[in-house]
C-alpha cells in the first residue's frame, strides 16, 4: 500500500487527554475494490460516514488528536474486531457462534452497504481478508492504543471519541411522540463504555449548542467503544453519531448549504470536550 492507512492530525502540544477517531470516513477507494464490485460508485459510498473527518477537523487546535480512516468502510470496517469474519463473504472463514453484525453482512470486510445492498457477487479469499486487516486494521487500532496510552500518562486518564453520522431515516427510530428527533446519539453501551459523568458532559457540550441529543438508541456503540472503554481504570470511550441532514446532501454525498456553519458549531463542541480532561474524573470504589 502506497500510504497509511489513516491520517493522524496531531497537535502542536497535546493538552487534552480526549483523542477524537473517525474510522468510517475514509474515501480512498481501491481500484481492488471498484473492480470487483457490482455497485455503482455512489452506492457504494452510501455506507461512508462521509466528511466527518472534516467536521472535528479542529479538534488539534484544541490540543487533542485526530486519527481518521483513509480507505472506506466498504472495504474494511474499522468500528469491527478483527476476527468479525463472514462466511457468506470469506472463503474458510468459520462461524463462531452467532453475532448479528456478521450474520447481517457487516463484519470486518462488509459484504453488503446500507439497506442491504450487496458489494461483491462473489466471495472473497482468507488471504485478502487478512491483508486487508494486517495493512490497515492493525495499523490503525495500533494508533489509537499509542494515543490512549500517551493520554494516561500524561494526563492519568483517555477519553475516546468514536465519531461518526447517521443517516437522516436511522434517527426516526430514535424519537416518538413524546420526544423530540435526535441531532445526535451518545453511544457508551448503556454506560459500560463511559462514566456517567463523562457522557454527561459531552452531552452538554452538544446540548448548549442547540443540538438535541440521546442515548444509546438507536446506536449504543460497536467494537471501539467495547474494545477501548473501560471506565473502571480511567480510560472511556464515547460515539457521537451526528444526522447526516445537518450537514451534508445524503443522495448525492456532498456537503449541503449548512455544511460550514455546522462545522463552526462543531469547532465550539469539540472545544468543550476538549476540556473534559482539565479536572481528573475518578469513579467511586464499586
Known sequence: MQNAPYVLDMPARRTSCVVFSSPHSGRRYPESLLNRTILSENVIRSSEDAYVDKLFSAAAEFGAPLISAVL???????????????????????????????????????????????????????????????????????????LLAESHDVFGQAILVDCHSMPHEAVAMASNAKSKRPDVVLGDRFGASASVDVVDRIEAAFVSAGLNVARNAPFAGAYVTQAYGRPARQQHAVQVEIDRALYMDEAKIVPNENFALFQEILRDIIQDITRIGDDPIRLAAE
Not at 88 to 107: D, E, F
Open 72 to 146: 472506506p468502510r466498504a472495504y474494511l470496517d474499522l468500528n469491527r474486531g478483527a476476527e468479525e469474519l463472514d462466511p457468506a463473504l470469506i472463503q474458510g472463514a468459520r462461524r463462531s457462534g452467532h453475532n448479528p453484525r456478521v450474520a447481517s453482512g457487516l463484519g470486518v470486510i462488509p459484504r453488503v452497504v446500507a439497506n442491504g445492498r450487496a458489494i461483491y457477487s462473489g466471495k472473497l479469499t482468507m488471504d485478502e481478508a487478512r491483508l486487508r486487516i494486517d495493512t490497515c486494521w492493525r495499523p490503525y487500532h495500533a494508533c489509537i492504543k499509542s
